[in-house]
């Protein structure tokens, strides 16, 4: 079955450090998707990435950037130079694709960042 | 296109009254989804539908109805409303013909409170 754990409950920083978020995820499946979230204390949940099994390139855009890394099965989350507007709950998805009909998303239990002025 | 849209915003029931949470999409998607969404423990799947007609369950269905007569429309129905289901209820979409099928668009939630 699938899994996917945000081991850091809560994470607080100060303006303009670098914070690295963890994922960590389990499947018995050769082909899946892993995707990464950000809920602003808004409430809506805001798509940041989206990366299938065959492409382990990591990924950066602006402040962000991606860490997938198949041989540990992680998918670790990076924000540079952290700024007041990134505080958020960030979850971290893997979706299987195992059948044609497959539409299960786990999510993991997120990652409550705070950043300080 | 308004996207994954979800009605009420905020509801209040009692235990054992029914409800019916409202879902609609515009973008044509196949693929319709319910979660919920309790501290601690991230985004669960209660039901999902491929196609107009088809549903099947998740991975905490129980409690919860859904039905899907058309593309747009995938109504989540609380038969008896039970204190164990207090959540914040996301609906999402995502459109199976495109390679990034897997991306599911979510509506701005519905949060619910049993008492």
């Known amino acids: 079955a699938q899994k996917v754990t945000q081991a850091q409950t809560e994470i607080s920083v100060v303006e303009k450090e670098d914070v690295t978020l963890d994922c960590v995820y389990e499947?018995?499946?050769?082909?899946?998707?892993l995707f990464w979230y950000k809920q602003p204390p808004s409430g809506e949940l805001v798509f940041l990435i989206r990366?299938?099994?065959?492409?382990?390139q990591n990924e950066i855009s602006g402040r962000y950037s991606w860490n997938f890394q198949k041989s540990t099965s992680s998918f670790n989350f990076t924000i540079t130079a952290s700024q007041v507007v990134d505080s958020a709950v960030y979850f971290c998805?893997?979706?299987?694709?195992?059948?044609?009909?497959?539409?299960?998303?786990?999510f993991g239990a997120g990652t409550r960042l705070t950043v300080k002025p | 296109n308004a996207g994954v849209t979800q009605t009420p915003k905020f509801q209040v029931l009692k235990t054992g009254q029914s409800m019916t949470l409202q879902c609609a999409q515009d973008?044509?998607?196949?693929?319709m989804s319910w979660y919920r969404q309790d501290p601690g423990m991230g985004l669960r799947l209660i039901h999902y539908?491929?196609?107009?007609?088809?549903?099947d369950q998740g991975e905490v269905p129980n409690g919860y109805n859904v039905s899907r007569s058309t593309t747009e429309d995938f109504p989540l129905r609380l038969l008896s409303a039970a204190p164990s289901q207090t959540s914040v209820y996301f609906c999402?979409?995502?459109?199976?013909?495109?390679?990034?099928?897997?991306?599911?668009?979510f509506g701005p939630g519905t949060r619910l409170t049993v008492l």
């Open positions: 539908s491929v196609g107009a007609g088809i549903t």
């Open positions: 999402a979409s995502s459109d199976p013909t495109r390679p990034s099928y897997n991306e599911q668009f």
């Open positions: 499947t018995r499946d050769t082909t899946y998707y």
């Open positions: 990366r299938n099994s065959f492409d382990e």
């Open positions: 998805a893997l979706s299987e694709v195992l059948l044609y009909n497959n539409n299960d998303m786990r």
């Open positions: 973008m044509n998607h196949e693929y």
